[in-house]
């Protein structure tokens, strides 16, 4: 027996102290049974409307409602079990109870609560399942049937017993009746309740108790079953035939393609009969799971059901209360989609969103053999009902939590189904396929640079003075005119004069920027890779609410894709913020795996104006699924961007030949450096090292090692290194620890003595790029001030072995693909510039002194800054040359050193990027008392190289004399010259010239300024 209980309001509360109204709620116990409601904040008349339900096992207890603030007793109502069941219809209705204090005295003011208590002895609309014993429903029928049979048999009952009301309104024997109704409800026989009916009746109630042994089996709920197939047949019958909706914009949490058809799949998942909702409620640890019945929405278009459940408590979060909502939008047989909007109210800023997750379902792939199958896809994304400041870290918290939760969800249903393999690359094929790009016409440039109000104006001025000039007879000569000069004879004449001239140099500007245009139209389509290694493919679809920075209310916006040193342009699309491109881009073949790929979105100003970023981001191939980045829409960062909720839609593709293959010669090449055997790792390790860290199948595990994470207390655990992360784990009696980086998020690893706290035994300290890793920030020992969190490892078992295998992967990762290979490409480029385009000597070029100083160092040590070194990588990423490549200096017979190097300008601490390639060599003073350092220079890409056009511009020529000071034999004497030599002429030859003296000017003071400090420091 079962009895309900719902708290609806209360009024006229009394406040306990002076601070105003209280924040009350209910406690309602009934034996050893307790509920709670929620607390209502600040409100002397609270409203809760929440339902209780409760196990009598005893008609004696008494039901006692408590109404309590910060659990101090406001009042408190007791009913006894009797006055419930002595009631009509066992219910006692919404009732107002007049609150008692801890004296039991009422008070004189009015403090009441309506309850509706009631038992369920007849069918229920909810879905009565309790959260401690999860017994079967029946339908409507089974239990008027067995009502039904019971009077009947009551009826037939002989030696003056009565009738069945005089069993009712007796205790004893209504007791007996309730026991009986119980346990049938719960599966049992009924052989101790009534034994005065079973030899009278037993034909008939024997045969109805089967009836309801049957239907209490989970796997054969039949009536519930057919009810749902009725539900979604009345669906099917009333579809209007709407389209499938499209995925949500959070991202694919599953694509994949079963062997089942489409109708058995979706009974599955949302069947009231399937079990596969409770074994996924098991293994998350979710309680209190209520499943209430499919009904008819919106006239029978929709079919609707609410779940609630309560999640497992967390680290961070108790255990909470969920409502989900599941409503079919599609249902035709073959096509089925789900949407599921989830509210967690009890968690922080629960209010301000709700977790949308699409289910769709629809035919799969022919398959060779008769089977059906079917293709499966969730996606999910956060709706916002009120704007916030948190909501990143709500979106990014709700990424993790759906990742693992659907992880489990893909592993669980592909022990039900078998998943079909389907190549990557046929569904990459067919995307790129539907692909189709095409310059855009001239006419419609013309028509975005010329087509506005300004120019009309513009040209209907300009043809109304011309008219006025035929038309109007030559005017007498007023005060300072002569002939040949005509001046503004009134002020309105100087206003007219001025409208005009502003106009025209819009008008030429407009111009300027349209000629520049049609240039860069077509867009930078990349390369087809030949050779073998990671090829990625990027599809750019659209975008969406870019931001508007003209005065038009719009953009001619251009996307620029960086990703191991490789860049790709988009076309420009003119006069638009919600750009349609339709365009491929693919990265040349890479033999590392890319890490991430860097997104930014400008707006094109011309030729010599600084493109301004309309926002950026990042797409992260290690915590994406790459069937997310298949259809995927990318929300951009920055101010612009967020104010506008401005986003990308992409399709990234990322493949290669063979992974096996990859990671064996990859293995290979680290054994030669680290100096020690490496093997591949088996694939159930591999697994287990992708499922703990959540990374993609192509990562592999290289080598791992036991240690000590120092923080405020040490923490014990496995430091593992792949090809492309370093990732730590510890499992200290449940409490688990676990963060990675990327290798490429590293700025230095330093080395630390042995001392007294690291038990006599070295240890590393990785510090990470200012602003990289805040996700593993729970892990780091500090922040310094720049900024850089730092991890510190200790107490490993062989220090020398695992320092040696981190660094060698480190410094592996640090030059990437396109890097490694710029040490060929500089000899060539070297060979070309000396042999095709007549380098020229220094002397040839006017040279002027833009550097002279006296530093605190010895020129010897000085010198040390040219050595290709640490020392002077470090020092070209502090002031802004990233990917800083040099080959070994190289003697000739006349004693003179060469070299080559090629880096590229870092745009966070530049107005411009491109990329640099230097020849220098270096020769000793005639007194040898210092050194002479001669670089030609090629800008490639800059700004104010001809913008975009990779074509050579202009060449530097630099000359850098170091020489010992005669005073102080600790310091040196710095001297650096300067010239421009111009390979093809130009009417912008001057603003050129002013801004690259001015900018090298500043990068060769910080240059030796960040030398002279690091030298200084080593000391």
Not at 454 to 482: C, D, K, Q, R
Request: neutral net charge; contains cysteine.
């Amino acid at each position: 027996m079962r009895l309900f209980v719902k708290v609806v309001e209360g009024r006229d509360l009394p406040t306990l102290d002076n601070n105003g109204p209280c924040d009350s709620y209910v406690k309602v116990r009934l034996g050893k049974q307790r509920a709670k409601t929620k607390a209502v904040k600040k409100s002397p008349n609270p409203f809760w409307d929440e339902e209780f339900d409760f196990r009598v096992s005893n008609l004696n207890e008494e039901l006692k409602v408590s109404v309590l603030s910060d659990e101090k007793r406001i009042g408190h109502v007791k009913v006894a079990w009797s006055v419930v069941f002595d009631s009509e219809n066992l219910s006692l209705g919404t009732v107002w109870y007049q609150l008692k204090s801890k004296r039991r005295k009422p008070k004189n003011r009015k403090k009441s609560i309506p309850d509706d208590i009631s038992i369920n002895q007849q069918n229920s609309p909810k879905d009565l399942t309790s959260s401690s014993d999860r017994s079967f429903e029946l339908s409507r029928e089974q239990i008027s049937s067995f009502s039904s049979k019971v009077e009947s048999c009551a009826d037939s009952i002989t030696s003056g017993a009565g009738e069945f009301e005089s069993i009712i309104k007796d205790k004893a024997n209504a007791a007996l009746f309730v026991e009986g109704i119980r346990q049938v409800v719960h599966g049992r026989k009924v052989k101790d309740s009534l034994h005065s009916t079973e030899d009278r009746c037993s034909l008939e109630s024997q045969d109805n108790i089967m009836r309801l042994e049957l239907s209490e089996a989970p796997d054969d709920r039949l009536d519930m079953d057919v009810t749902f197939d009725e539900l979604l047949k009345t669906m099917q019958c009333k579809d209007q035939g709407c389209e499938m909706p499209e995925t949500l914009s959070g991202g694919v949490l599953i694509d994949q393609f079963y062997v089942i058809s489409p109708c058995n799949l979706n009974s599955l998942l949302f069947s009231p009969g399937s079990e596969f909702a409770l074994s996924i409620s098991e293994l998350q640890g979710t309680t209190d799971l209520k499943i209430e019945a499919w009904k008819e929405d919106s006239g029978g278009l929709n079919l609707k059901r609410v779940l609630f459940y309560t999640k497992a408590a967390s680290k961070l979060f108790k255990a909470l209360k969920a409502k989900e909502e599941q409503i079919y939008l599609k249902a035709d047989g073959r096509h089925y989609a789900v949407l599921a909007s989830v509210s967690v109210p009890d968690v922080p800023f629960g209010s301000y969103f709700r977790t949308e997750i699409l289910y769709c379902i629809t035919p799969g792939l022919e398959l060779e053999s008769d089977e059906q199958s079917s293709h499966l896809i969730v996606s999910w994304r956060i709706n916002f009902l009120q704007s916030t400041m948190v909501k990143g870290m709500i979106e990014n918290g709700a990424r993790q939590g759906l990742n693992e939760s659907f992880g489990l969800f893909a592993d669980v249903l592909s022990k039900n189904v078998k998943p079909l393999e389907i190549e990557s690359g046929s569904n990459k094929e067919q995307v790129l396929a539907s692909m189709k790009h095409e310059p855009e016409p001239l006419w419609k440039i013309f028509y975005h640079f010329y087509g506005n109000f300004t120019v009309f104006i513009f040209i209907f001025v300009t043809l109304y003075m011309l008219l006025h000039i035929l038309l109007a007879s030559p005017s007498m000569i007023h005060g300072l005119e002569f002939v040949g000069l005509d001046l503004p004879d009134s002020i309105g004449e100087i206003l007219v004069c001025l409208v005009i001239f502003v106009q025209g140099q819009s008008i030429i500007s407009k111009t300027r920027r349209f000629f520049h245009a049609l240039k860069l139209r077509g867009g930078n389509q990349g390369i087809t890779s030949q050779r073998d290694g990671w090829l990625l493919t990027v599809a750019l679809v659209e975008g969406s609410s870019l931001a508007a920075l003209g005065s038009s209310g719009l953009s001619d916006p251009y996307v620029m894709f960086t990703c191991n040193g490789q860049k790709r342009t988009s076309s420009i699309k003119f006069q638009t913020v919600n750009p349609l491109w339709n365009e491929l881009l693919e990265f040349d073949a890479m033999c590392d795996p890319p890490s991430r790929m860097d997104v930014v979105v400008y707006d094109f100003n011309g030729p010599f104006d600084e493109a301004v970023s309309l926002g950026h981001a990042e797409v992260n191939f290690l915590k994406s699924n790459l069937s997310e980045l298949s259809d995927v829409w990318v929300p951009l960062d920055g101010k612009l961007a967020q104010a506008c909720q401005s986003k990308l839609h992409l399709r990234v593709f990322l493949n290669t030949s063979n992974v096996n293959e990859v990671a064996m010669e990859y293995l290979s090449k680290m054994a030669k450096k680290v100096g020690k055997k490496m093997n591949i790792r088996s694939p159930q390790t591999n697994s287990s090292f992708q499922k703990l860290f959540c990374l993609p199948p192509e990562e592999f595990l290289v080598d791992d090692f036991a240690c000590q994470l120092k923080r405020k207390m040490p923490l014990r655990g496995r430091l593992f290194l792949s090809q492309r992360i370093v990732g730590f784990y510890s499992n200290i009696f449940g409490n688990k620890t676990k963060f990675f980086f990327l290798w490429e998020d590293i700025d230095d690893i330093i080395v630390i003595p042995p001392s007294l706290a690291s038990v006599g035994s070295s240890s590393l300290m990785i510090i990470l790029h200012k602003g990289r890793g805040m996700d593993a920030q729970h892990g780091a020992k500090a922040m310094d001030q720049k900024g850089r969190l730092k991890f510190h490892f200790q107490s490993f078992v062989s220090f020398n072995a695992a320092n040696r295998t981190i660094m060698v992967l480190w410094k592996t990762r640090s030059f990437n693909q396109e890097q490694r290979g710029q040490r060929d490409e500089i000899k060539v480029e070297s060979l070309q510039l000396q042999e095709n385009e007549s380098l020229r000597n220094t002397e040839e070029v006017k040279m002027s002194e833009v550097f002279s100083s006296s530093l605190s160092v010895s020129a010897n040590l000085l010198m040390e800054a040219f050595e290709g070194g640490l020392l002077e990588h470090k020092i070209m990423e502090k002031i802004g040359r990233l990917d800083y490549t040099v080959t070994p200096w190289e003697e000739n017979k006349s004693k003179v050193h060469q070299r080559q190097v090629k880096y590229r300008f870092d745009k966070s601490k530049f107005r411009y990027e491109g990329e640099v390639t230097i020849v220098q060599k270096k020769f000793l003073l005639p007194d040898g008392n210092g050194w002479v350092i001669e670089e030609v220079v090629r800008l490639r890409g800059v700004l104010l190289s001809d913008c975009f056009n990779v074509n050579v511009f202009l060449k530097l020529h630099l000359k850098y004399q170091i020489e010992s000071a005669s005073s102080k034999p600790s310091a040196c004497n710095v001297q650096v010259s300067l010239g421009i030599a111009w390979l093809k002429s130009t009417k912008h030859q001057k603003r050129i010239t002013k801004s690259v003296m001015s900018n090298s000017d500043l990068q060769i003071k910080e240059m030796f300024r960040q030398t002279e400090k690091e030298l200084l420091q080593d000391k």
